[in-house]
């Protein structure tokens, strides 16, 4: 109670000490929180391509999108440690769009036979998945569920019809068999058909003089390529690249060592966030502590003169300085929250652009109160070094 | 045994030709149960001795010995205890925290002593009751006058049971009607609980209604007269049912 009265001793010099806390850790929150929600996103990339090998078309550099014979399967499959080689195709949900957030609306061919090789699993949370049989069936993502408001059960064409659609623009119904647990990246924006429907809405997309002469079962985006156990990935992409013509294939550790790179940028977003509150709070902290220091020199003499050791007022000083640190926290964070919350639903679209995870609020919020507790050091132990009979003495 | 033993105590500032002989070897023994006034002039020494008697400086030679205790030697952390123990200290100014109310005034020393808090409050409620002060308990400083602050320090001197109680001027900010209630109250505590009072003050006629008045000049101990008449009736009421 006694820490709560000091610190209201001097009203607005506190509420300035605990403004400059607060703005630091509403930057760390806010920044944090995009650069978690983009690491969540990096994280699922580097587990997914880490554990296959991506070919395409060799005029397409190693991603999929561009056109390849789906005969190539073969002749990867046959590559010293391959296991398997899994078709795939993938188009935009809903065309024209730029989307909202950090990951599209996608429609993708799911591989049932290729699921079990890969290292990054999804798992249903409600009905189940689209076979190579399925037709007209849709597994959904998290967030594309939400953004079109679909359960198991209900219909939706795809792709979803833009306002300014060409006359020839086609779609198909589709029923939902499934919603996939969210995963905080990519696959959150998937809209799993079977590789069947996502050739015949791919054929539907080529332009009219390609159409008639293209059989779009034959056809495939690209190829995801998974080693037997204990295969280096990066040696089969080697293989492949020398051994299948007019295919590129890239290798895994390129791939994630580009993902990671990412990550690095946006890490250090959020630490020049957090040393900026660093220097912001904790300087505000430190001149205010400083100043009661002086202003309390009697009382520091008193108590001195009563008994209290050095531990006592170095422990009442930083209680101050911390209590300042984690009022300024708790307010940055709760302020940071509802931030987040309100900028993910006018910007973020049904992904959301922050994220604010346990880690990054409990990690705020204690960084707050060890801000507090530092920059109280200092003045503290020039408290608990003062000699009592000049701090009594002092006029104030 | 003397509650305080000063040995050849010295105390100087500064060095070479600019040193100030604050004290300047004084020898005094002052017994338990003592009720001592120190007076002397402005810059005589009286209060730099009075906070080496109080552990609040170190001498620059010679020795305190404290209920028998050497603290000579002691480290601060254990002048801090020792403090905290066997001193009580009663200020001129009342030096009360403005933002704690009376009772947490008198219960500041045991936030540092480690006594039970539960027994301290009580005996807490106990002392501002002897010293008229119960309907006070939960006023600030700002809320009272300046007897009223000196009765409340006076109380938190007396909170750990100290075996000496060192004043400087404790009546010095007071008219004399209140300092007459207020010597009234510390000789009770003299009395009843066999305290050691030991008091700086320039006022003579305060000094006469202690048993004895050390005089000092330029850091010297001029003279040490023990009283044997006690003026009388200054104490009507025991401190402590």
Redesign the interface.
């Known amino acids: 109670m ?1 820490l709560v ?2 610190l209201w ?1 001097r009203k607005l010099r506190s509420i300035l000490t605990i403004t400059g806390i607060f703005m630091g850790i509403l930057a760390l929150v806010t920044m944090g929180g995009l650069a978690e929600h983009f690491n969540a996103l990096i994280d699922g990339g580097v587990k997914y391509f880490s554990s296959n090998v991506q070919v395409s078309e060799s005029s397409n550099g190693g991603f999929s999108g561009g056109i390849m014979q789906l005969s190539v399967k073969d002749d990867l499959e046959k590559v010293e440690g391959v296991a398997v080689a899994s078709p795939g195709v993938s188009l935009q949900a809903k065309p024209g769009n730029l989307g909202g957030g950090f990951t599209n609306d996608t429609i993708t061919s799911y591989d049932p036979a290729a699921a079990q090789y890969s290292s990054f699993k999804l798992a249903l949370a409600s009905g189940h998945e689209v076979t190579d049989n399925s037709r007209g069936e849709v597994v959904f993502g998290s967030t594309i569920a939400k953004e079109f408001k679909k359960q198991v059960g209900d219909t939706i064409d795809l792709p979803v019809r833009p306002a300014d659609a060409r006359p020839d623009f086609v779609n198909h119904p589709f029923r939902v068999v499934g919603i996939l647990q969210q995963t905080l990246t990519a696959p959150d924006g998937f809209a799993e058909v079977s590789l069947h429907d996502a050739q015949t809405l791919y054929g539907d997309q080529l332009p009219p003089a390609i159409k008639k002469t293209l059989d779009p079962y034959t056809l495939v985006g690209g190829m995801t390529v998974y080693g037997k156990p204990g295969a280096n990935l990066d040696d089969i992409a080697d293989r492949i690249n020398n051994q299948v013509p007019g295919v590129k294939a890239l290798k895994p550790s390129v791939l994630v060592t580009q993902f990671k790179a990412f990550s690095v940028t946006f890490t250090a977003i959020t630490t020049v966030a957090a040393l900026l509150a660093l220097v912001i709070g904790g300087i505000s902290v430190v001149n205010t502590m400083l100043m009661a220091v002086t202003e309390r020199i ?2 520091i ?10 531990g ?1 007022i170095m422990r009442e000083f930083v209680s101050e300085s911390t209590l300042i640190g984690a009022i300024g926290g708790g307010l940055g964070l709760a302020v940071g929250a509802l931030a987040i919350i309100g900028l993910n639903q006018a910007f973020g679209g049904a992904s959301g652009i922050f994220l604010l995870t346990p880690r990054l609020a409990i990690g705020s919020f204690l960084f707050a109160v060890v801000l507090g507790a530092v920059a109280g050091l200092l003045p503290a132990a020039r408290a608990a070094r003062m ?3 000049i701090a ?1 003495r002092s006029v104030g | 045994m003397p509650a305080i033993q000063l040995v050849d105590l010295r105390k100087y500032y500064g060095k070479g030709e600019q040193t100030v002989k604050a004290v300047d070897g004084v020898n005094l023994s002052i017994e338990s149960g003592e009720f001592a006034s120190i007076v002397g002039r402005s810059g005589s020494g009286k209060t730099t001795l009075l906070d080496s008697i109080g552990l609040l400086m170190r001498p620059t030679t010679g020795r305190i010995i404290i209920d028998g205790e050497d603290t000579t030697a002691m480290k601060d952390s254990a002048r801090a205890v020792y403090r905290s123990h066997k001193l009580g200290f009663i200020f001129q100014d009342f030096n009360l925290l403005d933002t704690l109310n009376a009772i947490e005034n008198v219960l500041l020393p045991v936030r540092y002593s480690g006594a039970d808090k539960k027994e301290a409050r009580k005996r807490a409620f106990e002392l501002l009751e002897v010293v008229g002060l119960t309907d006070r308990a939960a006023h600030r400083p700002t809320q009272m006058s300046g007897g009223e602050k000196q009765r409340v320090s006076i109380a938190r001197a007396l909170i750990n049971n100290p075996t000496i109680v060192l004043g400087d001027e404790p009546t010095g900010n007071l008219d004399t009607e209140t300092s007459a209630k207020l010597m009234t109250i510390l000789r009770a505590a003299n009395r009843d609980r066999g305290v050691t009072f030991v008091i700086v003050t320039h006022d003579l006629d305060l000094a006469s209604t202690t048993d004895r008045i050390v005089r000092i000049q330029d850091g010297h101990v001029q003279s040490d007269e023990r009283l044997t008449a006690r003026p009388s009736g200054e104490v009507r009421e025991p401190i402590l049912a």
């Open positions: 006694e009265r000091n001793r009697r009382e003499g008193l108590k001195k003169a009563v008994g209290a050791r050095t006592h000699d009592p009979v009594l």
